[in-house]
């Protein structure tokens, strides 16, 4: 069975407003909403890298396992930490296999990583993955260029924009903060 990814919003308005949010839903196949209140974004590293992800949960949860051991391999470096990652998930072989993309943020970097070996800061600091990804990125790409609205509240109007329109996408919002 086919379980489709979900919306994931990062946005980073300076070191001291950086927020990862995400919505609630588990889709199976193509008509069945398995899960309304999954939590797909936490805080890990003694909470300074918040982290979300898209894609199968087992899978992401393995992978925010492994990252969390790279980021203390790595004194709490966000970028040498999601390099090694991306490095250890492409060239795994049981890892090549996880479905899933992930979105991290700290203080300093916005990243998204991918089991292609992709380490990607975006040229805004916005993001936005899954299934209504591009929707949200439109909306906080709208709301971060002409509002003043701190990350917090970008990335909740992002995400419920993205759940009008996105069938996977729903308005149960959790979002973390820095």
Not at 40 to 64: E, H, M, P, Q, W
Not at 133 to 160: C, K, Q, S, V, W
Request: net charge negative; charged share 20%; glycine share 8%.
């Amino acid at each position: 069975m086919e379980f489709h990814a979900t919306t994931i919003v990062a946005v980073k308005r300076g070191p001291e407003d950086v927020c990862i949010g995400g919505d609630g839903q588990v889709t199976m196949g193509q008509s069945a909403v398995m899960k309304h209140t999954a939590k797909k974004v936490r805080k890990i590293y003694n909470d300074s890298v918040l982290t979300g992800f898209a894609g199968s949960v087992s899978d992401a949860f393995t992978l925010t396992e492994k990252f969390e051991k790279k980021l203390e391999e790595h004194g709490g470096n966000l970028k040498r930490a999601a390099v090694a990652l991306a490095q250890q998930w492409r060239q795994d072989n049981a890892m090549r296999n996880l479905e899933a993309l992930m979105v991290a943020a700290d203080t300093e970097n916005l990243l998204v990583i991918s089991g292609n070996g992709e380490v990607i800061e975006p040229d805004q600091d916005f993001v936005a993955i899954g299934s209504g990804g591009n929707f949200a990125y439109a909306a906080a790409n709208a709301l971060y260029n002409h509002t003043d609205m701190p990350a917090e509240d970008i990335a909740r109007e992002a995400l419920l924009i993205a759940s009008s329109i996105c069938v996977y996408t729903n308005d149960n919002i959790t979002v973390e903060k820095l």
